[in-house]
């Protein structure tokens, strides 16, 4: 089941279906765009089978919710989120910095949050309750004024606590390209956002993709991947319990050991296959796997090569020396070192966010963060003795543009003495 691949079989079918059901989805938006709610509980009806009355949810379900979520699972989900915050608020960047970058010039940033983003919470076949807190926390952290959620109808009451926890304002029981469409464009019951994040589906990401012109977005994030540089010192039964557990996302999801060591992808091999015996998802997981593979590399740093050109969405490096191999990794969405950091530590509860670009966009995307959630305003403090050492580099750029008027608007100033 563990087959040997190459890049191009990665690559491959790691490549992007949304032209597939681009004209499905576009469909959709338009449904959304003159129908409005109407479109959004006529297309739950259709997709989902249930009967929305209102798309909103209200406090009277979230406090039902509460009531039948387990305690002992609340106080976890608000440990998580404890986390999660507390690593995104390492990232907040002050709202305003200024330095003198020379005499009587002083430069900086302001950093402003969005005033209201959307956040697509995935149903389905699993509920993602931190999926809720992975989205919400950041934007919350950013200073974000109105955080809006869509999720598929019925609500997993776990996922409507997490969203509560992490601090939602507004919450809807709509999911799929439908739920993208609303946010985008606005219905009579939601307001458009200025951003929408979080993954999906394939029909979600075409959704967000078709909308990018009419609002931001975060990047592309579709089922999940994982990759492993390892080499004779890696413990198999690691590897394999991290290759299944990313595989048991999705049937779609995909798993790539790369390594020099020609002995280790029998032994991982043959864990997985005990493993998946008795896995509640064993079918998902057998799915996945044929998506999925390794690579025998005639050395680490070629592997390291291999890597980089894939991108993964989650890196694993289980090797003698993984900070070496960490300096040398340029394309991954999260990496994760040494043998007793498995990817599920920052699905849950390390504090990383794991909303993350997958299918090779880690080459040029980052992880969602609290940058997403934010804008910049470059600012400048000139004094009079500051401009003066400017104007000649000012006029002469702006006289060679023949935009003279702009060169005039520093020698009225000059000549006032």
Request: hydrophobic residues 40%; contains cysteine; aromatic residues 4%.
């Amino acid at each position: 089941m563990f087959k040997q691949v190459d890049e191009g079989f990665w690559k491959k079918n790691r490549e992007s279906k949304t032209d597939e059901v681009a004209d499905a989805v576009q469909d959709i938006i338009d449904l959304v765009r003159f129908e409005g709610d109407k479109a959004l509980k006529d297309l739950t009806l259709k997709f989902d089978k249930i009967v929305l009355d209102s798309v909103e949810v209200s406090r009277d379900e979230i406090e039902a919710a509460y009531e039948q979520v387990d305690p002992g699972l609340v106080d976890e989900l608000e440990a998580a989120a404890y986390n999660i915050q507390r690593f995104h608020e390492m990232q907040a960047p002050p709202d305003l910095w200024l330095k003198e970058t020379e005499p009587g010039v002083t430069l900086g940033v302001k950093s402003t949050p969005l005033e209201r983003i959307g956040c697509y919470i995935p149903g389905g076949r699993a509920s993602y309750p931190s999926t809720a807190l992975m989205c919400v926390i950041p934007a919350r952290v950013a200073g974000v004024s109105e955080i809006v959620a869509c999720t598929p109808a019925p609500v997993n009451p776990l996922t409507l606590v997490a969203l509560d926890i992490a601090g939602a304002d507004e919450i809807y029981k709509v999911g799929g390209a439908q739920a993208v469409a609303a946010m985008a464009l606005g219905t009579e019951s939601i307001e458009p956002v200025q951003k929408i994040v979080g993954p999906g589906n394939v029909y979600v990401t075409a959704a967000k993709t078709l909308l990018a012109g009419k609002v931001e977005i975060d990047f592309p994030a579709g089922p999940s991947e994982i990759g492993v540089i390892a080499d004779g010192s890696a413990d198999p039964e690691f590897i394999a319990a991290d290759l299944i557990a990313q595989a048991e996302h999705d049937p779609s999801s995909a798993c790539l050991l790369v390594t020099d060591d020609p002995d280790l992808p029998g032994e991982v091999g043959r864990i997985m296959d005990d493993m998946i015996k008795d896995a509640p998802r064993k079918d998902v997981i057998r799915k996945a796997l044929e998506n999925s593979g390794y690579i025998l590399a005639d050395s680490i740093d070629l592997a390291i090569e291999i890597m980089n050109c894939i991108a993964p969405e989650h890196l694993s490096i289980q090797t003698r020396d993984a900070l070496d191999v960490l300096s040398k990794v340029a394309n991954a969405g999260s990496i994760f070192i040494g043998p007793y950091t498995p990817i599920a530590a920052g699905d849950y509860a390390s504090g990383t966010n794991h909303v993350l670009p997958t299918a090779g966009h880690a080459s040029s995307r980052s992880g969602l963060n609290v940058a997403h959630f934010m804008k910049t305003s470059t600012v400048q403090i000139i004094t009079r003795d500051g401009l003066r050492a400017l104007a000649p580099t000012i006029t002469a750029i702006a006289d060679a543009e023949g935009l003279h008027a702009h060169a005039e608007s520093v020698r009225v100033r000059e000549n006032r003495g």
